[in-house]
């Protein structure tokens, strides 16, 4: 019963910054762990880009690190992901997952850098 609503994707070119935002629907447990995970084209499985536990205590993909930022807002249950200095290897679909008795997902958005 609970879905998660992802928004904010685009297209940019190298440099520029995309806010991704993602929202819990529905009443659930309490939600834990909140992220972000991407899956580049062409690529097997996500990779975990961002994390930030119900304290707000963020861990980021080396990749990303100074690029990214990743806040919630508990009362909420929202998280979100803010992205400058974008590159192309920053092209995928981004995925909000929330941490709770159970791992909820979104469906994905696209974000695509390219000049």
């Known amino acids: 019963q609970v879905q998660l609503v992802e928004s904010g994707g685009g297209v940019v070119q190298p440099g520029g910054s995309l806010r991704l935002s993602c929202v819990a629907s529905g009443s659930s447990a309490p939600i834990y762990t909140m992220g972000w995970y991407r899956r580049a084209p062409g690529g097997t499985q996500r990779e975990t880009v961002a994390?930030?536990?119900?304290?707000?205590?963020?861990n980021y993909l080396d990749s990303v690190k100074g690029r990214f930022t990743i806040s919630r807002d508990n009362a909420k249950n929202t998280v979100s992901l803010q992205m400058n200095s974008l590159e192309s290897e920053d092209t995928g679909v981004y995925y909000c997952?929330?941490?709770?008795?159970?791992?909820?997902w979104g469906q994905g958005i696209q974000v695509t850098v390219s000049s």
């Open positions: 997952a929330m941490f709770s008795s159970e791992i909820f």
């Open positions: 994390l930030i536990t119900r304290a707000g205590v963020p």
